[in-house]
């Protein structure tokens, strides 16, 4: 769970679905037959969490968008928080703008992930896994393997892969981002998706009919 350095803070006193959750909610919701809707409890979570961005510029699960979640589902409450606190992709507190998640799994660390790391505390002025940046931009988590371990090392910035990052890169991302912007996701080499460097050496033409 993504953690702050910031000063306590405080759970809101309410949480309610808005229009956008609700339309997005009651489609999953209607995945399921019935009497099993509490196998939505991820993905509704999920739009909690992104509910919580719209509205504060956080993402993160306060325990009364749990307990809506659970009133949703007909889930007792300590159901849905057994959930969100066991995945790491929810957050139990607010979160910087940004989400810096750096895999630091052996794939991405024997191609550069302490670079990453050190280049995202030189930017943001961050000292710890789990602390958010004076300024509230940017949250900096350590994770476990993303999946895309072929083109190490990799920052998930929010639910965006950068991949391919060296330090360079990583500042250059970030200062992007303090400007309002937000760089194409995917390899930062240029690299057409998990292609060896240099490009591919298979399938260069298509075979004669």
Known sequence: MAATNGPAFEQPASFAFDADSEAELATIV???????????VIPALYIVQKQMKRDTGSAWVPLKGMD?????????????????????????????KFHLQVCTTTPCWLRGSDAVTAACQHATGIKNFGET???????????????????????????????????????????????????????????????????PTTLLFAPEA
């Open 30 to 40: 209607a995945r399921y037959p019935a009497g099993k809707q509490a196998s939505a």
């Open 68 to 96: 809506a979640v659970g009133a949703r589902l007909g889930m007792p409450p300590i159901r849905v928080y057994e959930v969100a606190t066991f995945y790491f992709m929810f957050n139990m507190k607010p979160i910087g």
């Open 133 to 199: 940046s004076a300024d509230g931009i940017f949250t900096m988590t350590e994770v476990e393997c993303l999946g895309a371990c072929v083109n190490a090392p990799i920052l998930q910035v929010d639910d965006d892969f950068y991949e391919d990052m060296d330090a360079g890169k990583v500042e250059a991302l970030l200062a992007a981002l303090r400007r309002g912007e937000r760089p194409p996701a995917g390899s930062m080499t240029g690299r057409q998706t998990s292609a060896p460097e240099g490009g």
